[in-house]
């Protein structure tokens, strides 16, 4: 299976890829919206980037290693996702 493009989520609308990369930490995390939504938050503040990169960042990372590791390492992953685009 290949990955997909590394700029996939670029054509999802800000709305929409923050919808996604909640769902995504809810999936793994078993956590609540809110909760999802603070993690993103804490993430995106801590790299010094805006929430909807963190967002398009998760879901990339997600994209591309999601068949490679267990849900455990994929959530526990998702807290480093990759180091984000210059």
Do not use: N
Request: charged share 20%; hydrophobic share 50%.
């Amino acid at each position: 299976m290949t990955a997909p493009p590394a700029d996939s989520s670029r054509a999802y609308s800000s709305r929409t890829a923050l919808d996604i990369a909640m769902g995504i930490l809810i999936a793994h995390r078993g956590c609540t919206l809110d909760a999802a939504l603070d993690e993103l938050a804490t993430a995106a503040h801590a790299s010094k980037i805006s929430l909807v990169r963190a967002a398009r960042e998760l879901i990339e990372f997600s994209q591309a290693f999601h068949h490679e590791l267990p849900a455990r390492d994929l959530a526990a992953a998702a807290v480093a996702w990759r180091q984000p685009a210059s």
